[in-house]
DNA sequence: CAATGATCCTGTCCGC
DNA sequence: TGCGGACAGGATCATT
């Protein structure tokens, strides 16, 4: 379940892979999966990458030609470089840490970035949530829905925060998975966000102190920045472009934990159809 | 506008 | 062994 960090190491992985090569084609596999900006007319390829930008979970990729390739990886969504090279024949690469069985993975690929000649990129998507846009670049906005701030920017702070929980007496988790107050969280981070702040998922937003929702701002700036770090978290089946996977999994407090690092049993409730990791020991 | 629930989808897991 | 059902959940839509 990509969220920020993953979303951003995606990205991280993309910009060094695609840094100075162009797109030359984009087949969709799959229904729904890929879609094209009626107000691109004739074909923008071949197209060289020109931007690597994230907002969210959306990956944006500008190219000349003014378009934009937007990916959103949703649940199951993966994106897997495949080298072309003319010799493939020796064994060094197969062994290498980060390579992948292809062939388990082509029953759901649901689209196909071609590169060049040397490489094209794969979308796996088994649940088929992902899509994948191609718009002019001006109306990249129109492809985006509302989202609030970069958690990672200044303009995330404690009084944006405590502006919009003031209204919200649905339980803090559920307020911070909207992306319309922040963009970018999950369900693995609130989670962890949470428990390091010390604050139970279960509290409606708006009974908030200002102590909390300060150390709710800082907690999400430094988990997000912790587990970008570590390239995410490979919790299900989350793998990085050369299908290496994160670290973070290894350093989570409560989501899918018996118990917390005081040795506490974690407790798993149902909230907005999603589950919630918390200590109620030390969560309140 | 806020809150809630259904929906999309398929691999995986559990109980019988 | 196999089958039905629950579950995973990001975003969108409909309803209250």
């Known amino acids: 379940m990509p969220e920020l960090p993953e979303v951003q190491t995606v990205l991280n992985g993309l910009s060094e892979t695609l840094k100075g090569r162009s797109l030359s084609a984009l087949v969709c596999h799959y229904e729904g999966t890929v879609?094209?900006?009626?107000?691109?007319?004739?074909?923008?390829?071949?197209?060289?990458?020109?931007?690597?930008?994230?907002?969210?979970?959306?990956?944006?990729?500008?190219?000349?030609?003014?378009?934009?390739?937007?990916?959103h990886l949703r649940m199951t969504g993966k994106l897997i470089f495949v080298r072309r090279d003319k010799e493939r024949t020796c064994g060094d690469e197969a062994s290498e840490e980060g390579s992948f069985d292809l062939s388990s993975e082509l029953k759901h690929i649901r689209a196909t970035i071609t590169l060049d000649k040397r490489g094209l990129v794969l979308f796996n998507d088994p649940r088929?949530?992902?899509?994948?846009?191609?718009?002019?670049?001006?109306?990249?906005?129109?492809?985006?829905?509302?989202?609030?701030?970069?958690p990672l920017d200044d303009s995330f702070d404690a009084a944006y925060l405590g502006k919009k929980v003031k209204n919200r007496k649905a339980p803090v988790k559920n307020v911070l998975l909207d992306q319309k107050v922040v963009a970018g969280l999950g369900n693995i981070y609130v989670s962890e966000i949470l428990f390091r702040a010390g604050v139970s998922p279960e509290r409606p937003a708006n009974a908030l102190s200002a102590k909390e929702i300060r150390q709710i701002v800082k907690e999400t700036r430094q988990v997000l920045s912790e587990?970008?770090?570590l390239n995410g978290t490979s919790i299900s089946d989350f793998r990085r472009i050369d299908d290496k996977t994160g670290e973070f999994q290894n350093y989570l407090r409560v989501y899918q934990r018996s118990h917390c690092p005081q040795g506490h049993p974690v407790i798993r409730i149902r909230q907005a159809g999603r589950s919630s990791f918390y200590c109620p020991r030390c969560q309140h």
């Open 227 to 229: 587990a970008i770090a």
């Open 35 to 71: 879609i094209i900006d009626p107000e691109i007319t004739r074909s923008p390829f071949p197209a060289r990458f020109i931007g690597f930008h994230r907002r969210g979970k959306y990956i944006l990729l500008d190219l000349e030609n003014d378009t934009t390739l937007i990916v």
């Open 128 to 150: 088929t949530f992902g899509k994948i846009w191609l718009c002019r670049t001006e109306n990249t906005d129109k492809y985006l829905p509302v989202l609030g701030p970069e």
